[in-house]
């Protein structure tokens, strides 16, 4: 390392530039955003420019700002031909890649840095129903061979999530009908990322995410009916993966079940009959991804069954 108030060489650039860009670049496991960087190592005996100096400091401060989703323009020297970079500035550029690093998983991006976009077209059922209803939703991030998997790791390591919310509205004005409304709209939104899966509202939250799913169903959420005359009516979600060596494919199964008996007394209208639930039955997968001009990630594509 060199002193205070020297030029700073080639090997104390290179540690830097290392960190930020597992973080920001193709990285490894939960580490790596995907994004093209604009530094690169340098020659061990290579002086460093003024240009390379600004690429890494442009990487360094895309990975925080990510993160925070605030404008640190102002914690980096900027080099130029009248102001080298010297021992104290290095010390910076260090300081905040590693804070890039110890922060790298952030989930959900701030508002700024993310955008949420219909992953599937919402599921509307208007038949009247009883028993157990299943929605499918496949989620494929890319083709075999890694670059699916890499995918993958770049959407959920740049703390992006798949979410899942659901309604129902309508229909007769029978308690059963009413219990539905209030489960699924007191739920909120589930948010799945790469280490958990949680609801805005209330529920049974796990803490299975992207990283944590096998090749066999997990339950990874449910949400059980608020009126214990109807239980064990509950919302609840699967997830799986299409290989653990090959984590590309997520395959989600969202579970509307209405499994209760005949309710026991008034004031259900259905009184001594397990009615039907009826009404409009609508379930939404959307995505909360990173998209701002720090860090992006593309969309995955995926394909639903209907709500039966």
Known sequence: MPGQNTLIIATDYNEIQSIVSQVLGTGSGTLGYGQTLASSQVGQYSKVTTNQWNNLRSDILRARQHQTGTNLSTALQVASASRKIQESDRAAYKALAQEAQVNALTAPPPSSEASRIALVGEQIRTTP?????????????????????????????????IEFSAERTGGTAGLKNVT????????????????KTECSGSGFNSTLGWYDLTTSDALIFQKDTPSSTYAPNKYYIYGRVNSTSD???????????????KPPSYPDPGFGIDENVDGTLVSTVNTYRATGSNVSVPNPSASTTSIS
């Open 129 to 161: 129903w009883n028993g157990t209803l299943i929605q499918t939703v496949t989620v494929t991030f890319g083709p075999a061979g890694g670059a699916g998997a890499d995918a993958a790791r770049y959407f959920f390591n740049s703390g992006s999530q």
């Open 180 to 195: 539905w409304t209030t489960m699924l709209a007191s739920m909120g939104t589930v948010a799945f990322n790469y280490t």
């Open 247 to 261: 984590r590309r494919i997520g395959i989600f199964t969202i579970h509307f079940e209405d499994s209760s008996g």
